[in-house]
């Protein structure tokens, strides 16, 4: 079968099988001719098929050759007009011919279409095409310091590739074809490469000398700027580990202080096992304790084994919508079967523009952490991107109250700001934070390359944080959170705007340990601004789960000894642990906490059937 036939089959089939174009083409065994070569014509044809599917109707070219179907018009019209070696067929292949004896009216008419398109060249028609469609986007390759080094990778995985001093370069079309790299201004060790390269045949790439990770992906652990001095760091959602390996890196470069480990959880165990090996491979599995299936959100912060953890990294799962479409074909025009369509279109000589229905309203698209997509309704969206942010908020919230830690990396692959600002803002208001002293890291305060990195938040989804003082010259809303100041301090990658990265968002938080007031869990109460326990008239504290009253025994707030009894409730939604009246976690002697009767220490009481054998968390 040719080259065409088998593209045509690949365009034409159901969009929803087999996820997006490159995963069904390269998935495909049965494929005769080299994917790479189909996945080209693919893609250009669809870019181009607008113009083209005009070509072809006003040409008449279907009513002329009825063996050639539409789909397969719009891809040798394609190569006929475009590709620089024409139509990729023996010259006396039937197919060929047949498009070739028309060469002359379909060349005219493509002149027409460029000009309806107020194009004066054909290389003006296909900078339009190629701004309508985004830059392509570049190879990004992460030199892994813990087996190699920039200047090794240039003399050996990248040895005659041409250096270009910026990224745009590397992805202009005029280039297409060349091997160029850049070596990227923002985050060290960081390499573009020329789009389309396959690194994963190299050397370095099967002995982790080299990681294939977008620029955009590497900020969340360039930004926490983790120090041998931080102690442990926590990777709060590893899997499949490319910011662990990143967080290894960078500490690796410092010097990592005596017994300073990674803990790397990730709830997955199927996902886990794919950190180990991506963990192994990168070589820093000696510095990264992997807690595999282990849900970060279970764990005690007060634990001995967090006793260091200054500083920790949280990727959680989140709507992807920043990689959504990154390999996004464009819609596939195809031109009207013979018999369907008497009008030439667009223009065409004596016709009418075809009037167009209606767009129906576009559905979005998330992929979950797996890769996986799935198509939602408008409605279905809102649901889901609440849903995920409280459970990304949560996971924000419980990092904020490791004793220790004074640094914060929040990300998420979203462009949504419910995932991001908005959860930022949530947590800066949040009691823990408040009490803890926690606030942005503001864009002055970053490592030079996010200070430098121009995307910031979105500012108007901050603006809600302050509507302005009592006195209206304020942007703090009286709650210390200036919305200029968030939206500064957070960091935005748009994979739209032509800087060649994936949609991103990063935020990093901070505190300084000695302003602390109080360490430790806020307790089951709700509580002020100021930290304080909310009381009734009676005295009688609110819970946070219910906002109902405990019903309160003496010394609430005394030593310990009070017990907490919730209406409605069975009381047990507060982790394994005993706590005494102010929600902190009761140790023995020996500073370990004191399960609750009947409790496992990993969270799940002892008669519940779960199959989480492999969690080893407070372990150690
Ligand atoms: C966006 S991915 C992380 C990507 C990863 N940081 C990287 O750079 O390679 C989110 C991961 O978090 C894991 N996860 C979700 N909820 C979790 C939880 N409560 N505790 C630990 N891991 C969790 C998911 O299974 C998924 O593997």
Not at 217 to 232: I, Q, W
Not at 395 to 409: E, G, M, N, S
Not at 578 to 586: F, K, N, S, T
Request: with cysteine.
């Amino acid at each position: 079968m040719s080259l065409y036939h088998e593209t045509a089959g690949i365009v034409t089939g159901p969009s929803t099988h087999g996820g997006s174009l490159k995963s069904r083409i390269y998935g495909n065994k049965d494929l005769k001719s080299p994917p790479a070569q189909i996945y080209a014509l693919a893609f250009e044809s669809s870019k181009w098929s607008a113009v083209l599917k005009e070509v072809v109707e006003n040409s008449q070219l279907l009513q002329k050759e009825r063996k050639i179907t539409p789909t397969l018009s719009i891809l040798l019209a394609h190569d006929l007009l475009l590709a620089k070696k024409g139509i990729a067929l023996p010259a006396s292949h039937g197919l060929r011919l047949s498009v070739e004896k028309h060469k002359a009216r379909l060349q005219s008419e493509f002149t027409r279409a460029r000009i309806r398109r107020k194009c004066p060249t054909v290389d003006a028609l296909k900078a339009v095409i190629d701004a309508q469609f985004g830059p392509a986007h570049p190879r990004w390759i992460r030199v892994n310091s813990l087996k190699s080094t920039v200047d090794e990778q240039l003399d050996t995985t990248f040895k005659g590739f041409e250096m270009v001093p910026t990224v745009a370069e590397v992805m202009a079309p005029a280039s297409t074809g060349k091997k160029l790299i850049c070596l990227d201004g923002n985050v060290p060790n960081l390499i573009a490469a020329s789009p389309g390269i396959d690194f994963t045949k190299t050397e370095a790439y099967k002995s982790g000398a080299i990681i294939l990770q977008d620029k955009a992906s590497c900020f969340p652990a360039y930004m926490l700027d983790p120090r041998p001095e931080d102690g442990d760091i926590v990777d709060a959602c590893s899997a499949p580990g490319n910011k662990t390996t990143h967080l290894a890196g960078i500490l690796h470069e410092r010097g990592f202080a005596g017994g300073q480990r990674i803990l790397a959880f990730e709830k997955d165990k199927h996902r886990a096992k794919t950190l180990a090996k991506m963990v192994g491979a990168a070589g820093s599995d000696k510095v990264t304790k992997i807690h595999p299936g282990a849900d970060f959100l279970k764990t005690d912060p007060d634990a001995p084994e967090f006793r260091s953890v200054g500083a920790l990294l949280l990727d959680p799962s989140c709507s992807g919508s920043g990689i959504v479409g990154r390999d996004d074909t464009p819609e596939f025009h195809v031109p009207a079967a013979v018999g369907a369509a008497s009008k030439p279109t667009a223009g065409g000589a004596g016709s009418k523009v075809l009037k167009r229905k209606r767009a129906p309203e576009a559905p979005t698209v998330v992929v979950d952490d797996d890769g996986a997509e799935t198509v939602l309704s408008e409605k279905a969206l809102e649901t889901r991107l609440a849903a995920l942010a409280s459970f990304q908020l949560a996971i924000l919230l419980h990092a904020l109250t490791f004793p220790r830690a004074t640094r914060v990396a929040y990300s998420t692959c979203s462009t949504h700001a419910t995932e991001n600002e908005h959860v930022v803002l949530a947590a800066l208001r949040s009691p823990v934070a408040r009490r803890r002293g926690w606030r942005i890291l503001p864009r002055e305060r970053q490592v030079r390359g996010m200070r430098e990195w121009p995307v910031r938040g979105d500012f108007s989804a901050c603006e809600g944080a302050g509507e302005g003082g009592e006195d209206g010259g304020d942007r703090e809303g009286g709650d210390g959170v200036d919305a200029a100041v968030v939206a500064e301090g957070c960091v935005r990658a748009d994979r739209e705007d032509g800087r060649g990265v994936m949609g991103f968002f990063v935020a990093c938080f901070v505190r300084d340990e000695d302003k602390e007031e109080e360490v430790g869990d806020d307790g089951p109460f709700v509580r002020d601004a100021e930290g304080r326990i909310v009381r009734g008239p009676d005295g009688i504290p609110t819970l946070k789960s219910t906002g109902r009253k405990v019903v309160d025994l003496e010394g609430l707030e005394g030593e310990g000894e009070a017990v907490e009894v919730r209406f409605g409730e069975d009381g047990d939604d507060d982790g394994p642990f005993e706590r005494d009246a102010e929600g902190r976690i009761v140790r023995g002697p020996d500073g370990m906490p004191r399960l609750k009767a009947g409790r496992r220490p990993d969270g799940e009481s002892e008669d519940e059937e779960e199959e989480d054998d492999e969690w080893g968390g407070f372990d150690e």
